[in-house]
């Protein structure tokens, strides 16, 4: 392999948010032999990590790789060889914007959030796109999939999709990320990837507002099924491929985060369905529930585009109009008669 490709273990990589996932994606590539710098925004954190080597916030329990430091200089990860991208997307723009300056024109540019900006209804490439230069857009690429960083950080068997427009920097990115157990498969369908990793959490806490109600299966497949048609339908308006919501970034992470017991959307979705307050649920949570403010960007994108979503419009008006989960259930199911397909 070349050093133009910038795959060798000499390569230095810098990863910008230090959650449970962001902490989990640096472990696994400093456990594959990377130099990786871990950035938080909060100085304790980074004290805490640098003394013991565990994220005892975000992901207690797991022993960090010898291979990562940690750092809330971003100085100090802007301006490596491949910048990874952790950050909730709703603070996305704020933080890229202060690292910009640093970052080489040569980088490879990974994003692993998911959500769409409350502000401009825009993915996270497009918000990307605003920020960065544009010798970099075609060197960006983002990952995807079905994964809670708990048993990624355990080495438990999972599979993700890098997608990207630039062939070769989706590869490069599929080389860098894969190990053993972390398999990595490549798309080009950029908007797809993002629109399915941002809007299964929106149905995820659908999910779990059924859960919380105290129905069964039989309600839970009709859910996921037919949240899955809106993500598609909502997807397919804004450009991306049908087929990419039947993969790992549509169906396969719907599934995990309408069922897992470790989805903080669907943990969201149960505690509204059991007439808790949205506020007195978020006071709680350590953790961001991208679901909560993505409900918000895809009503409105949905309004926009002129696509129907019931169940994403039902969902907003939960959290955002107050409506009773049980009378969402009976408008729901007394909706006019359609054919599956319409």
Known sequence: MSDNNQIGKKMKIGVIGAGSWGTSL???????????????????????????HENECYLPGIQLSDNLTFSAKISDVSGLDLLLLV??????????????AGIRSDAIIVSASK??????????????????????????????????????????????????????????????????????????DVIGTELGGALKNVIALAA?????????????????????????????????KAETFSGLAGMGDLLLTCTGDLSRNRTVGIALGKGRSLDDIL??????????KTTLSTYQLALKLNVEVPIISEMHAILYEDKDPRQVVVELMQRELKSEYI
């Not at 950050?87 to 910009?100: D, E, F, G, H």
């Not at 006071?283 to 909560?292: D, K, L, N, R």
Request: proline share 3%; aromatic share 6%; net charge negative.
């Open 115 to 188: 959500g769409i900006e409350n502000e401009t209804l825009l993915p996270m490439s497009d918000v990307l796109k605003e920020i960065l230069p544009v010798e970099l857009h075609d060197r960006m690429a983002f990952i995807s999939g079905p994964t809670f960083a708990r048993e990624v950080a355990l080495e438990q068997p999972s599979a993700v999709v890098a997608a990207a427009e630039n062939n070769e920097i989706c590869n490069q990115v599929q080389e860098i990320f894969n190990t053993e157990y972390f398999r990595v498969y490549t798309n080009n």
């Open 208 to 240: 779990g507002v059924c859960d919380g109600l105290g129905y069964g299966c039989n309600t839970r497949a009709a859910l996921i099924t037919r949240g899955l048609a809106e993500m598609k339908k909502l997807g397919m308006a804004m450009g991306a």
């Open 26 to 52: 640096a472990n696994l590539l400093a456990k594959k032999g990377y130099s990786v710098v871990l950035w938080a925004y909060e100085e304790d954190l980074v004290e805490q990590m640098s003394q013991t």
């Open 283 to 292: 006071a709680e949570m350590s953790m961001v529930a991208e679901g909560v």
């Open 87 to 100: 950050s909730p997307s709703q603070v996305m723009r704020l933080v890229v914007k202060q690292a910009v």
